[in-house]
């Protein structure tokens, strides 16, 4: 089955406290992203990958961090979580080129930063 | 001015109404357009791509205005299922395959 995986789906943590939440997809896509969705003001893209070690800023990417090491998994990583960072976190995937594509959304990730 | 704005709703109407959300968009530019349905703080998935000669699937039926850079989505017969949030959205041109998603526009059809 075609599909978008995050782990964990909920997560509480603490101030100061690096924590990774993990994408992968299994639809050989080039394109992932990640985006986080706060009450009033939608899906904000946080980073952006369009192939293998390609990375790139969206929106809000400050207080985040993304690597491409192989083309199915796109870790997100907060270095140190703040309170403001407290989000819906989903991450995506489509097939890439030069007109976008359906995007395929994984399940999010509910965290929250105290 | 955002870059893509929806009506916030909620749209509250009857179980076989007919019901029309409008999205504007700031960059002439774009090329690629959708509406996505997202249900209750689940995944978003695509509804429909919106083409420039407008689109109709089943119930539902998307329009595209260059001139004016809005785009719709009309539901006709709405059914309680429908109840969801829908997102407009619209590709960011010439930053590969980057979307810009608007805030949604939440329905709710009642018995």
């Known amino acids: 089955e075609a599909q978008v995986t995050q782990n964990p789906r909920y997560l509480i943590t603490v101030t100061g406290k690096k924590l990774t939440v993990t994408c992968s997809q299994n639809m050989n896509h080039e394109y992932m992203s990640w985006y986080r969705q706060d009450p009033g003001l939608g899906l904000r893209q946080i980073y952006y990958s369009m192939n293998v070690e390609v990375t790139d800023k969206g929106d809000v990417p400050e207080g985040y961090k993304v690597s491409r090491k192989e083309k199915r998994n796109f870790p997100l990583i907060l270095e140190s979580p703040s309170p403001n960072q407290t989000s819906l976190y989903f991450c995506?995937?489509?097939?890439?080129?030069?007109?976008?594509?359906?995007?395929?959304f994984g399940p999010g990730t509910r965290l929250t930063v105290t | 001015r955002k870059e893509v704005e929806q009506d916030p709703g909620p749209f509250n109407v009857p179980e076989g109404a007919t019901v029309a959300f409008n999205c504007t968009y700031s960059n002439s530019a774009s090329q690629s357009f959708f509406w996505y349905r997202q249900d209750c703080r689940k995944e978003p998935k695509l509804l429909m791509s919106v083409y420039s000669s407008g689109n109709e699937d089943g119930r539902f039926t998307a329009q595209l205005n260059r001139a004016s850079q809005y785009i719709s989505l009309l539901i006709r017969d709405s059914k309680l299922s429908d109840s969801a949030t829908y997102l407009c959205?619209?590709?960011?041109?010439?930053?590969?395959?980057?979307?810009?998603f608007g805030q949604g526009t939440e329905l709710s059809v009642k018995p």
């Open positions: 995506a995937s489509s097939a890439s080129g030069t007109v976008p594509y359906e995007q395929y």
């Open positions: 959205v619209v590709d960011s041109y010439n930053q590969g395959g980057k979307l810009i």
